[in-house]
């Protein structure tokens, strides 16, 4: 288990992950890799079958056969590393039919690739996603056998860049409560933010009071200042 001294929050490292397409001409070093191999291994699996198997690439022809196969993606090549995730369709098949062969073996893969872009992130290294390429190609080369199937290419390096945050939906558009299309109107209110909610309600009482004390008569403009006060120390 990788142990770090300034170990990143896993929701720190999430939102901070970015897809990495620019390496320095640096070695990765192998305990590295390790620590995301073993990332990928803890990945969660259908039945806990682990499916898959990773393939690390660090032959100079091969990376720059395979980028080629990735549709010509030859900023690949940069990368030192390449883990390549291949799915096992026997075994996938073997414990849940046509199912397992068309949809888990590809959500395991998945799962499993995610793992180990957010575990290269976690160690100060850059990684990217690659799912277009030709699988002929990539498994002749990797010599892969005809009942696995690769799913993912993930280039690992030292990143030589820093890309701005994408700009994502709010959550209040990808959720919905109870059926699809039906969307969340108070969405501080679902997901129990109370602070959200009392301070909207601070507001209502404060815009509330401050709506009656324009209507007191002159008289009561005392009490009036009395109530402001209170409401500035809130």
């Given amino acids: 288990m990788y142990k770090n001294n300034n170990p990143m ?6 939102a901070a992950r970015r897809s990495i397409r620019k390496f320095l001409d640096v070695p990765v070093e192998w305990d590295k890799i390790g620590i995301i191999l073993d990332a990928g291994r803890n990945a969660p699996t259908s039945g806990n079958i682990q499916d898959w198997n990773f393939i690390v690439v660090q032959d ?11 549709l010509r993606q030859h900023w690949m090549s940069q990368a030192p590393v390449y883990i390549v ?34 575990a290269a992130h976690a160690i ?5 996603w690659v799912g277009a ?49 039906n969307r969340i109107k108070d969405i501080d ?5 109370y602070s959200m909610v009392i301070e909207k309600n601070l507001k209502k009482a404060r815009a509330g009071a401050e709506k009656g004390i324009r ?6 403009k005392g009490f009036a200042e009395k109530i402001r006060e209170k409401l500035r120390k809130k």
């Fill in 85 to 118: 995730v291949c799915a096992d369709l026997k075994k996938s098949e073997r414990f849940y039919g046509v199912r397992g062969n068309r949809l888990y073996s590809i959500q395991n893969s998945a799962a499993a690739v995610q793992n180990m872009l957010l």
């Fill in 60 to 70: 100079e022809a091969n990376r720059k056969t395979i980028a080629e196969a990735c």
């Fill in 9 to 14: 929050d896993v929701f720190e490292c999430i």
């Fill in 124 to 128: 100060g290294l850059g990684a990217c």
């Fill in 189 to 193: 209110a679902v997901m129990h933010d």
């Fill in 133 to 181: 390429f030709d699988e002929n190609v990539i498994s002749r080369v990797l010599n892969i056998p005809d009942h696995a199937r690769p799913q993912a290419v993930i280039p690992i390096g030292y990143a030589a860049e820093s890309p701005e945050p994408q700009s994502k939906y709010p959550i209040t558009t990808v959720t919905f409560l109870e059926a699809y299309g």
């Fill in 215 to 220: 209507k007191l008569p002159k008289q009561g």
